[in-house]
């Protein structure tokens, strides 16, 4: 770093150079950033342009009182909004409830699926055998049973 600083104060060239390009890119910045300042005002001033003269008896009789009402009516909105963010958070409380409890039935489900398949099962293998026992009464042979 005391390179640098040594460089550009022995090259005065060097240290015009690296100025203007700071100077360049704080150009550019800011003009974005008046941009935006300045399309925010036209907005602002259309707005108010409209409910100027489409409601005049509604029109603020000072500027204070205009800041005022503002002021009350941003902190309506504003508890307005908490209360939103609330309930949106006990909702999803309530959705992550219900996704356990879904869960919890899906599991008791697959348990009961998999003994009823178990059964089945045995069911069938019982069915084989009482298949080849008649077999072998009737026919005199083991029966092939079906596969």
């Known amino acids: 770093m005391q390179e640098f600083i040594r460089m550009v104060s022995e090259n005065p060239l060097t240290a015009i150079g690296i100025a203007f390009v700071v100077i360049l890119i704080l150009y550019f910045f ?39 009402k503002a002021i009350t009516e941003t902190g309506r909105v504003l508890e307005k909004g908490k209360e939103a963010v609330e309930k949106g958070r006990e909702m999803i409380g309530k959705g992550k409830e219900a996704l356990e409890k879904g869960k919890e039935i899906i599991d008791r489900g697959k348990d009961a699926l998999e003994k009823r398949i178990g059964k089945g099962k045995e069911a069938v293998d019982k069915g084989k055998g009482a298949a080849d026992e008649i077999g072998k009464i009737i026919g005199g042979e083991k029966g092939t049973g079906s596969k």
């Open 30 to 68: 800011l003009m974005k950033l008046i941009k935006v300042a300045l399309i925010l005002l036209i907005i602002a001033v259309a707005i108010g342009g409209y409910f100027y003269f489409k409601y005049p008896e509604n029109r603020p009789a000072d500027l204070g009182e205009a800041v005022e």
